[in-house]
């Protein structure tokens, strides 16, 4: 069992950064492959980054690809999404997930955590 608590949302101008932390509670934390996805209103939830349990392995969605960057610290049981140039586009609520499947492309979360608001102006 793993449980995810996102935080370092916030409303930021376009252009602007934001860095996005998730904290995972659970010793096997290392075991799992983490990603980001973001659901924006009337939309429907969309992948936005995957990172593999070691941190060797990355993949984006292509509309992120060049301004964000995932990363981890096993060691902190954290899992990071830096946010560049951000675009009004990018509003969304964003949910950090762990999970067992990732393989280059293919990422399945099995657990989710409560997502965390980010406000992108023009």
């Known amino acids: 069992q793993v449980q995810l608590v996102e935080s370092g949302g916030g409303l930021v101008q376009a252009g602007g950064s934001l860095r996005l932390s998730c904290a995972a509670s659970?010793?096997?934390?290392?075991?799992?492959?983490m990603g980001w996805f973001r659901q924006a209103p009337g939309k429907e939830r969309e992948f936005v980054a995957a990172?593999?349990?070691?941190?060797?392995?990355?993949y984006y969605a292509d509309s992120v690809k060049g301004r964000f960057t995932i990363s981890r610290d096993n060691a902190k049981n954290t899992v990071y999404l830096q946010m560049n140039s951000l675009k009004p586009e990018d509003t969304a609520v964003y949910y950090c997930?762990?999970?067992?499947?990732?393989?280059?492309?293919?990422?399945?979360?099995?657990?989710w955590g409560e997502g965390t608001q980010v406000t992108v102006s023009s």
């Open positions: 659970g010793r096997t934390f290392s075991s799992y492959a």
């Open positions: 997930a762990a999970g067992i499947n990732y393989s280059g492309s293919r990422f399945i979360p099995d657990y």
């Open positions: 990172i593999s349990w070691s941190g060797g392995s990355t």
